[in-house]
């Protein structure tokens, strides 16, 4: 069964470092790539999202993802986190096939300090 | 704004005791998709509807049913909720377009059984 991996669940950092979330999937066909953020309160909105392409996607807020096939790998970046990033992340995968359904990994909690 | 609405926010139900959850959206999609969602992990998708064919997950328990009246509303019916449903409900919705199937998701029910 297709799985997806999120490496971690917790991370702390201070504003202005740097964050690379990482999540790998285990799906060896085409497949669509999707990073959402919960923050406090409130519901799962998209970031960003692969379907096809530029393998680098620039999503909203200054996060960008970078889809590598051959690592199975689709891991989450933004140079200088902010207070207000403090949320947690989920990244999703859909068959690039079939009905549209996603799997989900078990989401990154992240807490920035100011 | 178009958007997924989910009511109510919170639900306690007592062990056993039939519980209905709702969801209903203005966006126009015709895919929606019910989700369980326990502390710390993923979102694991219960079903879908295709418009009005209903498609359910291979390990969805029995005890979920679902009914979709008509677009904008759905049902997350539980029979008899065990101390085990306890968990977050998320209702998402999609177009059903190639190239569009970034779904959209309602705050979410939280169910407590007692």
């Known amino acids: 069964a297709q799985s997806v991996s999120q490496h971690n669940h917790h991370v702390i950092l201070s504003e202005a470092a740097s964050l690379e979330l990482g999540c790998n999937y285990s799906?060896?066909?085409?497949?669509?790539l999707f990073w959402y953020v919960q923050y406090p309160g409130q519901h799962l909105q998209l970031l960003l999202k692969?379907?096809?392409?530029?393998?680098l996607v620039k999503g909203i807020k200054g996060f960008e993802a970078e889809f590598i096939k051959s690592k199975f790998s689709f891991n989450l970046r933004k140079p200088s986190v902010q207070w207000s990033d403090t949320a947690e992340y989920f990244c999703?995968?859909?068959?690039?096939?079939?009905?549209?359904?996603?799997?989900f990994g078990a989401g990154t909690r992240l807490a920035v300090h100011p | 704004d178009a958007m997924v609405i989910q009511n109510p926010r919170y639900q306690v139900t007592q062990f056993g005791k039939p519980v209905t959850l709702s969801c209903s959206q203005t966006?126009?999609?015709?895919?929606m998709y019910w989700y369980q969602q326990k502390s710390s992990q993923a979102p694991k998708l219960l079903f879908h509807?295709?418009?009005?064919?209903?498609?359910n997950e291979a390990d969805t328990p029995d005890n979920f049913q679902s009914r979709r009246p008509n677009t904008s509303f759905c049902f997350l019916d539980i029979r008899s909720p065990g101390l085990g449903d306890a968990a977050m409900y998320l209702c998402?919705?999609?177009?059903?377009?190639?190239?569009?199937?970034?779904?959209?998701f309602g705050p979410g029910t939280r169910l407590l059984v007692l």
């Open positions: 509807y295709y418009d009005k064919d209903f498609n």
């Open positions: 799906y060896g066909g085409t497949v669509n």
């Open positions: 999703a995968v859909k068959e690039g096939s079939g009905y549209n359904k996603l799997i």
């Open positions: 998402a919705t999609s177009p059903d377009r190639v190239g569009q199937e970034t779904q959209y």
């Open positions: 692969y379907f096809s392409g530029d393998p």
């Open positions: 966006l126009n999609h015709n895919v």
